[in-house]
């Protein structure tokens, strides 16, 4: 059987042999006594150790294999490396605690994701390799001609690969911190090293050969423990099949449970909450003056009596982090307010599509979901780090057939991500809800640690309500093993697959970004006389640069996963989408109008996010606010805007403009069947 077996077929059928005896080895050595930080080093160690091995190994200092992997990946390897790139730690960690939270409206998510590839397929990927050459920003100054066009190109792509990257690098850290025990900062930059040792010598040719074995280790990371906890509970280890029995169990125990009188009780207290922060909003900076002065005589009457001194120390720590002026204790105050209002909410019910206590608020659930499907699925389609995967291929049709590998790959996890939300949810609500706080689980209190689960006794009955805990959606495939009561192993299996989603993914994204620095700027614009190991040292040296930088945002936390993603999708979106289907399907697009529309979709998302998530532009000295959302849209559906207006930019001046006399024949060139342009 293995004599059929292609080369690179076999080297990974070895590779595959060998984790699966070293997790073996591990659940042996965790048995006999191991301690659980160890388990957590021995993966992250052997696992990076094995991706820096095959980075070593892909080293080159040829332009074309560091750029497009000398086009010779074929097309099964390359829709694994494609899924592997794609499934970032937002699709590993984001999407299953999306759906966990949010029920059926998570399922935008997984449709917008996977419908993406079916446009990759039909409009983008066979033209973009009939063209050849090494990034988008290339295929548009071919089309369009001139190198502003390039410029706005190589900007858009760093900035949505920027914030994309943010995001994997974000979920480093979580990895790290929780399974190794090291500080989040620190963490980070950790993942950092892991990242560029994939990435440093070897370039694409590095980052597609380990990014198939990276795919390898998430895919079996993410399948067994729900796998697991699906023979468990139902006796069937194939959790896809059998997760809507369960769905219906959960669904019992959400009406048991939501409408109990204890949790509707903790759900008035945290309005109560809500309300009294809104008073304390209202009657600023008093109200800051009266706090400052009730703690303090609290305090003073404290001191003077027979307490210890552990609660004196406590609201000696409340008044020190009091905010020091009303601006800022307006900010804060309305973080905890709104907070407070989210769990005084009634929870979803997974199964619910669209819940709400009126028509207006069902309506607008029900178009922020069209809303994401749609940016996910055009976003998917202009994602530069996945659009320059069809670059690497030896001809148009593999591009074509490493798209449809690419889905069969991706849907894998796809499918089996819901079924991890239904069977985490019935954990939780069956083991979780309702035991006494002091008899909860180790895991609770290490990932509070962490910071993703929060635990409060409101009502002060001992009790933990189900609106007690909140639970960030980060945390729930990470933890799913330790809610189960899995062995250990199983936890740290999950987290190297965690961590092999998020380094595959900021592997090809700081490629796409040096790759836009140093070969569409450095070179293409600047010294086009340069030789090809100085572009080479250039694209390097930005790489360190950049990642750097990145991890450095990352250790600030800027946000959820799943948010950072789905705002590097609406500006991927609205910033490449029209300009590539206009320039590829429409003769008449011309430069003036691709410039007009990539700049308006771009400016138009971008204001979106920033007004809505950040309530203005402080560092360039305007603060209007937080801006209301239009047609009760979300920022993670930005893109909507910036999509529509791009399009209606760039037709309406393509029509008030000369057409370039060189369009028709180059879009006669790669539409040719057979055709396809080298790059240099």
């Known amino acids: 059987m293995l004599s059929s077996l292609t080369r690179l077929q076999r080297y990974y059928l070895y590779y595959t042999g060998v984790f699966a005896l070293f997790v073996l080895l591990l659940a042996l050595l965790e048995r006999n006594g191991m301690p659980p930080r160890w388990v957590g080093y021995a993966f992250l160690v052997f696992t990076v150790t094995m991706y820096a091995t095959i980075g070593v190994f892909s080293r080159t200092t040829d332009v074309s294999e560091y750029y497009v992997a000398g086009r010779r990946i074929p097309a099964f390897f390359n829709g694994m490396a494609t899924g592997a790139d794609w499934m970032s730690a937002a699709s590993f960690m984001g999407l299953a605690g999306t759906l966990y939270l949010q029920g059926f409206q998570g399922l935008a998510y997984v449709i917008g994701w996977t419908g993406g590839f079916v446009l990759v397929a039909l409009l983008l990927a066979p033209y973009l390799r009939r063209f050849g050459q090494y990034t988008i920003p290339d295929f548009l100054c071919a089309r369009y001609g001139g190198n502003t066009i390039r410029l706005i190109a190589v900007f858009a792509a760093i900035l949505a690969s920027f914030v994309y990257v943010v995001a994997q690098i974000y979920g480093v850290g979580v990895i790290t911190s929780r399974f190794v025990s090291l500080q989040f900062e620190v963490g980070v930059f950790v993942g950092l090293a892991g990242i560029l040792v994939c990435s440093f010598l070897g370039g694409m040719r590095a980052v597609t050969w380990t990014q198939v074995a990276q795919y390898l280790i998430l895919i079996v990371a993410y399948i067994t423990p729900v796998a697991i906890l699906s023979y468990n509970v139902t006796g069937v280890p194939v959790p896809q099949m059998v997760y809507g029995q369960v769905l219906e169990q959960v669904t019992k125990l959400e009406h048991q449970l939501f409408d109990a009188p204890s949790e509707l009780e903790v759900r008035e207290l945290y309005r109560e909450r809500a309300d009294l922060y809104a008073q304390k909003i209202m009657q600023l900076p008093h109200s800051l003056t009266q706090e400052r002065e009730r703690l303090s005589i609290q305090i003073n009457e404290l001191k003077s009596s027979d307490v210890q001194m552990r609660e004196i120390v406590a609201l000696e720590r409340q008044r020190r982090e009091l905010p020091q002026d009303p601006e800022q204790a307006r900010e804060r105050w309305e973080k905890e307010m709104f907070l407070a209002v989210d769990r005084s909410k009634p929870p979803i019910h997974h199964a619910e599509p669209f819940p709400g ?299 008030l403009t000369r057409p370039s006399p060189q369009a028709a024949a180059f879009l006669e060139r790669i539409r040719r069947p057979g055709n396809q342009v080298e790059g240099p």
Request: with cysteine.
């Open 357 to 655: 206590s009126s028509v207006e608020e069902r309506d607008a659930q029900r178009i922020n979901f069209l809303a994401l499907i749609f940016c996910l699925t055009i976003g998917t389609a202009a994602l530069p780090h996945v659009l320059m995967r069809y670059y690497t291929t030896p001809t148009v049709a593999q591009a074509r057939q490493s798209v449809f590998w690419s889905l069969l790959f991706i849907t894998i996890l796809y499918v089996t991500a819901p079924a991890y939300a239904v069977f985490a949810k019935f954990e939780v609500l069956s083991n979780l809800a309702g035991i006494p706080i002091a008899k909860l689980p180790g895991w609770v209190a290490a990932w509070t640690k962490v910071g993703l689960v929060s635990i409060e006794d409101i009502n002060g009955d001992g009790i933990l309500q189900f609106a007690e805990l909140a639970l960030n959606p980060d945390v729930i495939v990470l933890a799913t093993p330790e809610i189960a009561g899995m062995p250990y192993v199983v936890s740290g299996l999950v987290a190297a697959g965690a961590l092999a989603a998020a380094l595959s993914t900021a592997d090809g994204l700081l490629l796409t970004i040096t790759s836009a620095l140093s070969h569409d700027v450095y070179y293409r614009v600047f010294r086009p006389q340069s030789s090809t190991q100085f572009r080479l040292v250039i694209a390097k040296s930005l790489l360190l640069v950049v990642a750097v930088f990145a991890a450095t945002v990352a250790a600030q936390k800027p946000g959820t996963i799943l948010s950072m993603v789905a705002w590097a999708f609406s500006i991927a979106g609205s910033a490449f989408f029209p300009a590539l289907v206009l320039g590829i399907f429409w003769v008449r697009a011309t430069r003036a109008g691709a410039i007009a529309g990539m700049l308006v979709g771009l400016l138009l998302t971008l204001y979106y996010i920033l007004r809505l998530e950040f309530g203005g532009y402080s560092w360039l000295g305007f603060d209007g606010g937080r801006l209301d959302p239009w047609f009760h849209l979300q920022s993670t559906s930005a893109g909507v805007f910036g999509i529509a207006a791009g399009f209606a930019t760039n037709i309406a001046v393509s029509l």
